[in-house]
Structures are given as C-alpha cells and as structure tokens.
C-alpha cells in the first residue's frame, strides 16, 4: 500500500512563503515518479511541479516557474516543495502524486495515488 503523507501549508500574506511536504515509503520513494498538482475552488486540478523523466532536472507549470521550488530528499524518502513570492491566486489544496508513469505524474491523468492534500491560502 502507498501512503503519501502530506505536511505543511498553511495561511500567508501575499508575498511570503510556505513549504509543503510529502512523506513517503522507501519503496515509493525510489520506485515512483512524484510531483506536485493543485486544486482551487471551482477549478480543476492542476499540474505545479515535478521532476523530469530522468530525475536530473525539474519541471514547472508557467504560472509557478521562479517562484516554486521542487526538491527531494532522499535520506528521508520526502519530496519539498518551496514556495516563495505567493500571489492570491496560489490559494488552493495541493497535493503530491505518485505514479509508476511518468506521464501521468507530468499530466495529473490516472495517477495512481494522492497525499491527502493539505490547504495553501494566500491573503491579499
């Protein structure tokens, strides 16, 4: 069974920061492709980060790009994700994402499994 545990989020004022955390199996860690996706209100999930295919680089929605940071630490079997200069619009529930596919990790389609999701709300 794979479990993603989700830490992190919280309430911040436009322009700060917050770091989200997604904890998992050894297994997992080293056998799944992971990233990180959101939903706000009304809309539908998005994509937000992720590794690339080879794990040597990373990728970012545009909306995000410069001002997320994706990470993991192997050590500890736990993917990051930094986020700086949050606008409003970054308000929403993200979630991290596992998957023997990468494609499905990069396009949030069939993903196998989901963290619990964890609220990110950016006041104005």
Request: net charge neutral.
């Amino acid at each position: 069974q794979v479990q993603l545990v989700q830490s992190g989020g919280g309430l911040v004022q436009a322009g700060g920061s917050l770091r989200l955390s997604c904890a998992a199996s050894e297994r997992t860690f080293s056998n799944y492709y992971m990233g990180w996706f959101r939903q706000a209100p009304g809309k539908e999930r998005e994509f937000v980060a992720t590794f690339s295919w080879s794990g040597a680089s990373t990728v970012y929605a545009d909306s995000v790009k410069g001002r997320f940071t994706i990470s993991r630490d192997n050590t500890k079997n736990t993917m990051y994700l930094q986020m700086n200069s949050l606008k409003p619009e970054d308000t929403a529930v993200y979630y991290c994402a596992a998957d023997s596919n990468y494609h499905s990790v990069r396009e949030g389609a069939g993903v196998d499994y989901w963290g619990q999701g964890t609220q990110v709300t950016v006041s104005s």
